[in-house]
């Protein structure tokens, strides 16, 4: 197991600087004072093709040798990293491929063909994926870029910090949502290396509460298919982002699905942000643990904003 290193990090920003943007950090006094904290909130909802993944996709598909490049890229994937690594493959003219359950939201599966990528549909189920992904590989001899496993990909989402950090000086804690963890991770690189005075905190569902467990058992519980409304966070740590998560997270805090819907509608209304819910999860964290982050400053990474807006949250069906 390569653990990347702060080095690969800061090679990670300059390579992807031409494919990515430096997103704006926005605030909202209102929510400052709601909560009773300075909340600073990074915006990667703004991010190339709509969420923070476009930074681990792109340093893993700029990173590779033109012979391996040649062969393309493959996932799998149900969501963001499918179509941000379809983004970055596309940037570089090379195959992708997304292996995506026949389930997956149609807009999910448009956006990464609209970037150029290949979707290869498998039922919704472990086996299915693996089975239909090992073909594949087998078939193309792509390169396999996991969704957050990957040192590469954790690089990556390090760079996101690293701009927060260089945005707003002064943090005390930053939060971001967990769910595979390559956010939380790279988050742990970049601040335990430029800032280790910064608490990180992960930000959970009630209902989907494996790394939360994980934590305090002082080793991984994967759930096998958690129901919730932050869909972006149903998938379990593994080996190099528990590494992380075990080293440096100072907690992991939890929120119920009516918290986290309202967290998304107030960020919506305040502050005109469109994110998903998986994005709102660290408020609704914030908001149910008020005195843990009174008076402090504190970043908040908004993962994504690819959310069906078709099918909101609190709209009835």
């Not at 992960?202 to 509460?209: G, H, K, N, T, W």
Request: glycine share 8%.
């Amino acid at each position: 197991m390569y653990i990347p290193t702060f080095a690969d990090m800061l090679v990670a920003h300059e390579r992807i600087k031409p494919h990515i943007h430096r997103t704006p950090v926005l605030t909202s006094s209102y929510i400052n004072e709601l909560v009773g904290a300075e909340l600073f909130f990074k915006c990667e909802n703004l991010q190339k093709a709509g969420a923070f993944k476009a930074r681990g996709a792109s340093n893993a598909v700029f990173g590779l040798s033109d012979e391996e490049a040649a062969k393309g890229v493959a996932t799998h994937s149900s969501g963001n990293h499918g179509t941000c690594l379809s983004y970055a493959a596309g940037r570089r003219g090379i195959p992708c491929t997304v292996v995506m359950p026949r389930t997956a939201p149609q807009a999910k599966k448009d956006a990464v063909r609209g970037y150029g990528g290949r979707v290869v549909e498998c039922e919704p189920s472990t086996s299915s994926r693996e089975a239909v992904f090992a073909e594949v590989v087998a078939e193309t001899g792509a390169e396999f870029v996991h969704p957050y496993n990957d040192a590469r990909v954790i690089a990556g989402q390090g760079t996101c910090s690293k701009e927060l950090i260089e945005q707003v000086p002064g943090l005390d804690a930053v939060t971001a949502p967990i769910g595979g963890g390559g956010m939380v991770s790279g988050t742990c690189l970049t601040l335990s290396n430029l800032a280790p005075g910064i608490k990180i905190y992960a930000a959970e569902p009630d209902q989907a509460d494996d790394a939360a467990r994980s934590f305090r058992a002082g080793h991984i519980i994967a759930d096998d298919a958690p129901e919730t409304v932050a869909d972006g966070l149903k998938v379990p740590l593994k080996d190099l982002t528990w590494h992380f998560v075990s080293n440096h997270v100072t907690d992991i805090l939890t929120c119920s699905e009516q918290e986290i819907v309202d967290a998304m509608k107030l960020i919506w209304k305040r502050m005109k942000i469109v994110m998903e819910p998986s994005s709102a999860v660290p408020l609704a964290t914030i908001l149910r643990n008020k005195e843990t982050f009174a008076g402090k400053r504190v970043g908040v990474i908004i993962t994504g904003g690819n959310v069906d807006l078709d099918k909101l949250p609190w709209q009835s069906n």
